[in-house]
Each structure stands twice: as C-alpha cells, then as structure tokens.
C-alpha cells in the first residue's frame, strides 16, 4: 500500500481529506500500473481539478502516476487558499524535484486549449439548491468551504459543466477519473456519457461511507483502448 502524504492545512478555509479522497486515492493506486503502460512513452500532462489541501496531486507526484520523471502536474482550483495549500503539501512531502503548477481556475478554463493525459475530480458533489458564488475580498474566508462542497441540483452542476467540456479536455488516450457520490446517481451519468457513442466509462471503485456511498468512475475515449 502507498503512503499517503502528510497534510496540514488551515481547515477553515481548505477542505480537509476525508473518505471522497481517500478513495480516489485507492483507485488511483489501482490503476497505477495500467497507466503507467498507457503513458510510458511521452511526457504526460496531469490535471487535478479542485485539488483543495493537495493530497492527490501530491500523492500522484510522490509516487510518479501515471510515470514517473515523465509527468507535469497541474492543479486548478478556484479556491486562492486551495493552491496555497497545494504548493505547501507538495514542498512538505519533498515534491520539489517535480514540476508543479497550481492555477487559479474554474474548472479547466486555465487549460487554454492544453490537452491533458490524466484528469482527476473530487467535487462539490452535496446536492444543494444552487452552487454557491466565489466569496468576494473581505467576505467570510470560511465561505469557500461552501463552494468545496455544494454541487447544486443533484450535487452535479460542476461535475456536469465538466462532463460536457471532457471532449476538449482529454487527449486522445486521455483518462478522467471523477467521484460521484450515491446522490449524483452515477449510473445515469455513466450511460448518459456511454449513449453518446464517445465515451467508455467504466466504475473503478465504490465504498460506503457512513451513510453515503462514493463511487470513482473512468472515463475514457470509447477508441482509445
Ligand atoms: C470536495 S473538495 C476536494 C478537495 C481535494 N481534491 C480532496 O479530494 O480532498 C472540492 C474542491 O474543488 C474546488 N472547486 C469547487 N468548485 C470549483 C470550480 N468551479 N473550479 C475549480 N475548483 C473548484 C474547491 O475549492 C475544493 O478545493
């Protein structure tokens, strides 16, 4: 088993790790291998959307997902104190020989066009009555937890305004790994996304927490496999 790294962040402001992270963890040490295989041969660009305190960017730096020395890591939150927390995790757990980019984004806006290999997603998944603005200067820092969490109807508006963008997103062999909790009804999604002729996706992992249950789907290209 990987370790996983070592966080510590202003709790107030940063989304702390929980069961949602820690599970996308485990699938991405599951696939490890496999995308190790699929991207052996170039330089591949990683992109964790919402990286909040940075423990899966850094755990995918540490531990060289999908290759190792061949990976640049992009981390776009729209959160100022979530990049700030990023870079920390990653200089706490000796990252410095890795490039690095923490960008204030919503969502992939920051990609201008960049296609990524490797795509990772722990949203705002709570289903909520709408999804909460960005906090102004000098409003209540402790707001941006708000907007880490509520996901609007369904808890999908930003998981669905990412799903849409994925075909300018991924590369050809491009893989996007998403957490949905039981709420988002992920099995719609995932053949709402597989109907469109373009996508296979496929349910890595499930594991019930306390009363929820999270789920971390693989979307990838149908013909990139
Ligand atoms: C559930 S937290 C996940 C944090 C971290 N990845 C983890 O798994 O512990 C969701 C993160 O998404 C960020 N976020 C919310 N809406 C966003 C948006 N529109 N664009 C980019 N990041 C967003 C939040 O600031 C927060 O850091």
Redesign the pocket.
């Known amino acids: 088993m990987l370790p996983t790294p070592y966080v510590r962040c202003d709790y107030d402001t940063?989304?702390e790790?929980?069961e949602?992270?820690f599970l996308?963890l485990d699938a991405l040490e599951e696939e490890r291998a496999s995308l190790g295989a699929t991207f052996q041969d170039k330089l591949s660009i990683v992109c964790?959307?919402?990286?909040?305190?940075g423990?899966?960017t850094t755990f995918m730096m540490q531990n060289g997902i999908p290759t190792k020395d061949k990976s640049i890591y992009l981390a776009?939150?729209?959160?100022p104190w979530?990049l700030e927390a990023t870079r920390d995790t990653a200089k706490h757990n000796s990252c410095n020989g890795t490039y690095l980019e923490p960008l204030q984004?919503?969502?992939a806006s920051c990609l201008k066009g960049r296609e990524v290999d490797l795509l990772v997603f722990?949203?705002?998944y709570v289903p909520a009555e709408h999804v909460p603005e960005a906090p102004r200067m000098g409003e209540d820092h402790r707001m941006?937890l708000d907007?880490?969490?509520l996901g609007g109807e369904d808890g999908m508006a930003?998981t669905k305004r990412l799903l849409d963008q994925l075909d300018n997103i991924l590369s050809k062999k491009g893989v996007a790994y998403i957490l949905f909790c039981a709420r988002n009804r992920p099995e719609e999604v995932a053949q709402r996304m597989r109907h469109n002729g373009k996508w296979k996706v496929d349910l890595i992992m499930h594991r019930k927490a306390g009363w929820e249950v999270l789920s971390v789907y693989r979307f990838c290209r149908d013909n990139a496999i």
Do not use: R, T
């Open positions: 940063v989304y790790p929980s949602d992270s996308l964790e959307l919402g990286p909040g305190s423990i899966i776009a939150d729209i959160s979530a984004s919503d969502l722990n949203p705002p941006w907007l880490a969490l930003v």
